[in-house]
């Protein structure tokens, strides 16, 4: 997450917001968060992921979501936009976010690195769903899993 907006807004007016706006924006708690672009090595480890995530699902009831797919964290009143994220639950059928992933995976730059590893990753363990969350560097060799 980068540049705090100072004006606070509702769930509601968030994701109608979210419809029409050209640049994604993370919510927590009625601040918004606009999403930095990703670079060149972000964007290939997400997309080889999404890729080889979509080829093992395939035929069964999980789905699997790139980028542009938020994630919503009721108790936290949050909405997040993970790199990558899998659901298995028919349930989870909401158009423009899910709330029941079985994995989320974070790529993990400069700019996000310290949000991923604490806000996301204590807000992502209150989901019940939740049985790994990947933690992917995009400067280095290293994965990091932390499963239930």
Not at 19 to 34: C, K, M, N, T
Not at 105 to 133: I, P
């Amino acid at each position: 997450m980068s540049n705090l907006m100072l004006s606070r807004l509702s769930e509601h007016d968030y994701l109608q917001g979210e419809l029409s706006s050209e640049i994604r924006h993370e919510y927590v708690d009625g601040e918004i968060y606009a999403m930095a672009g990703a670079g060149e090595a972000h964007n290939l480890i997400a997309g080889n992921v999404f890729v080889k995530l979509r080829e093992f699902v395939r035929g069964g009831p999980c789905r699997v979501f790139i980028s542009d797919m938020k994630l919503h964290v009721k108790t936290w009143k949050a909405y997040y936009y993970p790199d990558v994220m899998v659901t298995c639950d028919p349930a989870d059928n909401q158009s423009y976010f899910k709330e029941r992933p079985s994995l989320v995976v974070e790529v993990l730059s400069h700019s996000t690195e310290s949000t991923d590893r604490r806000e996301k990753m204590l807000a992502y363990r209150t989901l019940s769903s939740l049985r790994e969350y990947v933690l992917i560097a995009a400067d280095k060799r290293q994965v990091e899993i932390y499963r239930r």
